[in-house]
């Protein structure tokens, strides 16, 4: 195997036909579907809809590619990942702008962001080792705590950040030495396929295959004996099937799911300055993120003050076109999802709720818009606090006692993650310990740290991404041990 990454590479035709990634071709499909923009519901492009022997070639790839991949060193695997990282940030502006043509987030901020996170995490996270570890040695004796990629790793995306989960699902499998077939949402898949491209001009035939289609493809993705891993984020319903259908070959599974994460601010909580960090928690890319803060509890002592205020905050942001520089948050992604969140509002509506802003959705409008929408103090047992709501709605609760919020938060088949809110900060670290959840952020709105492993518990995951027990969770461990004498 070729061990010199492409030293040179010319920029991507954004305007080119899309094709698939397949051995280190770009190759089309028999057949294509179009791909809408959610600010218009209209088609503005075209993309392969792969076959189920599409989707077998780009295994048998990766299955070929792989001893070859495996048997690099960390370092020259390393090289190979900051020559795509360095071919990504030359086309970083393309694909901020396509990134909010097709999932509809705004250009000027949630796509320059999530652009600008996922580039640079890949050297940071290709730089990682999982060295050997000796877990005893004498002077007879030593035993180590080897570690050996596992092999074909088959990776299923979701479409609210269709770029940065190209990246995070991709690149830790391929450093620790694995071969990936990667199957984005047929809802976004033009991101991924754009970084096929400079896959196929920087990494070795195989190494990275991108396959794009229906639903229909990640059953024969799960179920093929030739691939040794799935990672998935996506809902729980699908994480299930996943996890079912991944058993009958015994393959290693990751999967990180939904989430109805409660935000707490305690009674000494700086609620004034915790606002706008509050409603970016959890109205950031209109809702559509797993760990969005979907249920927000306050001390009744300041409730009524903190709602007009987060009212009044929210009638400052602006929901619109994510190509309209004057837009703060963007459309839902599909009209499956702007569907379920309508149905919501219609429950919301016919229980007499009180809603204080939003409620109601402008059909006159293009695009599958959704009006930020306040629901203040809605029994603990109603749809919009017990279901994960993925949109621009949020249920802000009163509470009088922290046992009892607490309760509340750890009340759901849910545990991806949670916010606290609170000026003690040891009242605050305690309130986060008793949360059932794989993710607490205190004090601050969600964020990901290079090294911090990201999971859930209960339904809404199994096992981490990320840190090194995320690229611990794509290896085999292996125990030697070594007789000296």
Same mark, same amino acid.
């Given at each position: 195997?070729?061990?010199?990454?492409?030293?040179?590479?010319?920029?991507?035709?954004?305007?080119?036909?899309?094709?698939?990634?397949?051995?280190?071709?770009?190759?089309?499909?028999?057949?294509?579907?179009?791909?809408? /923009?959610?600010?218009?519901?209209?088609?503005?492009?075209?993309?392969?809809?792969?076959?189920?022997?599409? =989707?077998?070639?780009?295994?048998?790839?990766?299955?070929?590619?792989?001893?070859?991949?495996?048997?690099?060193?960390?370092?020259?695997?390393?090289?190979?990942? !900051?020559?795509?990282?360095?071919?990504?940030?030359?086309?970083?502006?393309?694909?901020?702008?396509?990134?909010?043509?097709?999932?509809?987030?705004?250009?000027?901020?949630?796509?320059?962001?999530?652009?600008?996170?996922?580039?640079?995490?890949?050297?940071?996270?290709?730089?990682?080792?999982?060295?050997?570890?000796?877990?005893?040695?004498?002077?007879?004796?030593?035993?180590?705590?080897?570690? #050996?990629?596992?092999? *074909? !790793?088959?990776?299923?995306?979701?479409?609210?950040?269709?770029?940065?989960?190209? $990246?995070?699902?991709?690149?830790?499998? =391929?450093? %620790?030495?694995?071969?990936?077939?990667?199957?984005?949402?047929?809802?976004?898949?033009?991101?991924?396929?754009?970084?096929?491209?400079?896959?196929?001009?920087?990494?070795?035939?195989?190494?990275?295959?991108? *396959?794009?289609?229906? /639903?229909?493809?990640?059953?024969?993705? %799960?179920?093929?004996?030739?691939?040794?891993?799935?990672?998935?984020?996506?809902?729980?319903?699908?994480?299930?099937?996943?996890?079912?259908?991944?058993?009958?070959?015994?393959?290693?599974?990751?999967?990180? =799911?939904?989430?109805?994460?409660?935000?707490? $601010?305690?009674?000494?909580?700086?609620?004034?300055?915790?606002?706008?960090?509050?409603?970016?928690?959890?109205?950031?890319?209109?809702?559509?993120?797993?760990?969005?803060?979907?249920?927000?509890?306050?001390?009744?002592? +300041?409730?009524?003050? +903190?709602?007009?205020?987060?009212? @009044?905050?929210?009638?400052?942001?602006?929901?619109?076109?994510?190509?309209?520089?004057?837009? @703060? $948050?963007?459309?839902?992604?599909?009209?499956?999802?702007?569907?379920? &969140?309508?149905?919501?509002?219609?429950?919301?509506?016919?229980?007499?709720?009180?809603?204080?802003?939003?409620?109601?959705?402008?059909?006159?409008?293009?695009?599958?818009?959704?009006?930020?929408?306040?629901?203040? /103090?809605?029994?603990?047992?109603?749809?919009? *606090?017990?279901?994960?709501?993925?949109?621009?709605?949020?249920? &802000?609760?009163?509470?009088?006692?922290?046992?009892?919020?607490?309760?509340?938060?750890?009340?759901?088949? +849910?545990?991806?993650?949670? %916010?606290?809110?609170?000026?003690?900060?040891?009242?605050?670290? @305690?309130?986060?310990?008793?949360? @059932?959840?794989?993710?607490?952020?205190?004090?601050?709105?969600? #964020?990901?740290?290079?090294?911090?492993?990201?999971?859930?518990?209960?339904?809404?995951?199994?096992?981490?991404?990320?840190?090194?027990?995320?690229?611990?969770?794509?290896?085999? /461990?292996?125990? !030697?041990?070594?007789?000296?004498?």
């Amino acid at each position: 195997m070729d061990v010199s990454p492409v030293a040179t590479r010319e920029r991507l035709d954004f305007d080119a036909p899309y094709g698939m990634l397949i051995d280190g071709e770009i190759v089309p499909a028999a057949t294509t579907f179009e791909v809408l /923009n959610p600010a218009t519901n209209k088609p503005f492009a075209d993309a392969p809809s792969g076959s189920e022997a599409d =989707m077998n070639r780009a295994i048998s790839a990766a299955k070929r590619a792989f001893p070859g991949w495996a048997s690099l060193s960390a370092a020259e695997r390393e090289a190979y990942m !900051v020559a795509l990282y360095d071919a990504l940030e030359a086309n970083r502006e393309e694909f901020i702008t396509l990134l909010s043509l097709e999932q509809g987030k705004p250009r000027h901020n949630q796509a320059t962001f999530e652009v600008n996170l996922a580039n640079p995490w890949i050297p940071k996270t290709a730089a990682s080792r999982l060295e050997t570890t000796i877990l005893e040695e004498d002077d007879e004796r030593r035993v180590e705590l080897r570690r #050996s990629p596992l092999g *074909v !790793v088959g990776a299923i995306i979701p479409w609210n950040y269709p770029y940065l989960h190209v $990246l995070w699902k991709s690149v830790p499998a =391929m450093i %620790t030495g694995n071969t990936v077939v990667l199957k984005p949402s047929p809802y976004t898949p033009l991101c991924a396929l754009r970084i096929g491209e400079i896959a196929a001009q920087v990494l070795p035939p195989g190494v990275l295959n991108i *396959v794009t289609g229906g /639903n229909e493809l990640g059953p024969v993705l %799960t179920e093929s004996p030739d691939v040794d891993m799935i990672t998935f984020t996506g809902s729980t319903a699908t994480g299930s099937k996943i996890m079912a259908s991944a058993a009958g070959t015994i393959k290693r599974v990751t999967l990180e =799911m939904g989430g109805n994460d409660p935000a707490i $601010l305690l009674p000494d909580a700086d609620w004034k300055a915790a606002v706008p960090k509050v409603f970016a928690a959890s109205l950031g890319n209109s809702g559509q993120w797993c760990i969005a803060a979907k249920r927000i509890y306050v001390h009744r002592s +300041f409730h009524d003050d +903190f709602v007009a205020a987060f009212v @009044d905050y929210a009638k400052t942001q602006v929901v619109g076109d994510g190509m309209d520089p004057a837009s @703060d $948050l963007g459309p839902i992604n599909n009209r499956m999802q702007y569907e379920k &969140i309508r149905e919501l509002l219609e429950d919301t509506k016919a229980n007499g709720y009180r809603v204080p802003l939003g409620g109601s959705v402008d059909d006159s409008r293009d695009g599958n818009f959704v009006p930020i929408t306040v629901v203040d /103090n809605p029994p603990e047992n109603s749809r919009i *606090v017990q279901e994960e709501q993925f949109g621009p709605i949020v249920p &802000i609760i009163a509470y009088d006692d922290v046992d009892d919020a607490i309760a509340r938060a750890n009340a759901s088949v +849910f545990g991806l993650g949670a %916010t606290v809110w609170g000026g003690d900060l040891d009242r605050a670290l @305690d309130v986060a310990d008793r949360i @059932d959840s794989g993710n607490v952020w205190v004090n601050e709105g969600q #964020s990901h740290p290079l090294n911090a492993p990201f999971g859930g518990h209960k339904q809404s995951g199994l096992s981490v991404e990320h840190g090194d027990e995320g690229l611990a969770s794509h290896t085999n /461990n292996k125990t !030697v041990v070594v007789r000296k004498k």
